[in-house]
């Protein structure tokens, strides 16, 4: 059997999390141990019984998403990684993607996102924006609906192509809520404001791109032992450095979530796409992509457990 990993991103966070992995397994609560070490705070206890507000913050949800990720994989690791074939983390869970496919230790890729959450806040402090999910189809393509409202009201871009009924729209405040009304024009079903610190994935970010680039390259990187598809192009990325450079461009450019499924489900036709973390909505966005494709969350001791028999089934 082949696999394939998802990673999520921010949002997928709930209180709770992983508490049940640290638990259950050794392997796991070492993980959760190693983040608290590097980042010098308690993100496991934050992620085992929140507060939820706390939790939710950027800075903490970040490094708490790549823990919980990175304990899932400490579990299974021996049982499936000989057989992964290629990985792929939305926004945040691409630097998880990277921690799975080898490329960075647990304790330095915490480091970098917990730098990458603080510097995403205090630029949303300095320059605040808004994010909106936009779902449905629309009569008119959402780049010209960003366009529009740019020309209009103020900088608003795509964020997330998440599906070809769901974009996430990113940027000042003005230009969101615009872009919001234009798309309602255009047919969209609803336009969601989201509950987040800073305009995400949009040039409003770029005074944060310095302070990334520097958290990257403290690190000790490896190249990937697996190709890990990249959120700006949706290319396979087999290198250190690539990974690096496109990890800092990702601050500001849109995640090619969409581009990025086609091209697994593509070139992985009968892999199973296991979602290692947080939730299920990664999976969810693919089965409505490729309903045909095999899939599996994979974050609670159940789900463990059901992925390890699994894959025990021979082929």
């Given at each position: 059997m082949e696999y394939v990993l998802l990673l999520p991103?921010?949002?997928?966070?709930?209180?709770?999390?992983?508490?049940?992995?640290?638990?259950?397994f050794p392997v796991a609560r070492e993980v959760f141990d190693a983040v608290?070490?590097?980042?010098?705070?308690?993100?496991?206890?934050?992620?085992?019984?929140?507060?939820?507000?706390?939790?939710?913050?950027?800075?903490?949800?970040?490094?708490?998403?790549l823990a919980h990720s990175a304990a899932v994989w400490a579990v299974v690791k021996s049982a499936i990684g000989p057989h992964v074939r290629a990985a792929a983390g939305h926004?945040?869970?691409?630097?998880?993607?990277?921690?799975?496919?080898?490329?960075?230790?647990?304790?330095?890729?915490?480091?970098?996102v917990r730098r990458r959450g603080t510097l995403m806040y205090e630029q949303g402090v300095a320059r605040p924006g808004a994010m909106a999910a936009i779902l449905g189809a629309l009569t008119s393509p959402i780049d010209d609906i960003c366009r529009q409202a740019t020309a209009e009201r103020g900088l608003v871009v795509p964020a997330n192509y998440?599906?070809?009924?769901?974009?996430?729209?990113?940027?000042?405040?003005?230009?969101?809520?615009?872009?919001?009304?234009?798309?309602k024009e255009a047919g969209a079903k609803r336009c969601l404001p989201l509950p987040v610190s800073g305009a995400f994935h949009s040039p409003l970010m770029e005074p944060a791109v310095a302070g990334l680039s520097d958290a990257l390259r403290a690190e000790s990187w490896n190249d990937p032992q697996v190709p890990v598809v990249a959120n700006v192009n949706a290319s396979p990325v087999t290198s250190a450095s690539a990974a690096c450079d496109l990890l800092v461009q990702q601050l500001t450019a849109p995640v090619q979530w969409t581009r990025v499924s086609r091209r697994l489900v593509e070139q992985y036709p009968d892999a199973t796409f296991v979602e290692i973390g947080s939730g299920?909505?990664?999976?969810?966005?693919?089965?409505?992509l490729a309903p045909s494709v095999k899939t599996l969350s994979c974050g609670t001791v159940a789900e463990v457990e059901k992925l390890l028999s699994l894959a025990s089934v021979p082929a």
């Open positions: 991103g921010q949002g997928s966070q709930k209180v709770g999390m992983g508490k049940d992995l640290a638990d259950a608290d070490d590097a980042v010098a705070a308690s993100i496991s206890t934050l992620a085992f019984a929140g507060p939820a507000d706390e939790l939710t913050r950027t800075l903490n949800a970040q490094p708490a998403l926004s945040l869970g691409e630097f998880s993607a990277y921690h799975l496919a080898g490329a960075i230790d647990v304790a330095a890729a915490a480091r970098i998440n599906s070809d009924e769901q974009v996430v729209i990113s940027g000042e405040v003005s230009g969101v809520a615009r872009a919001m009304e234009l798309a299920a909505v990664l999976t969810g966005l693919l089965r409505r």
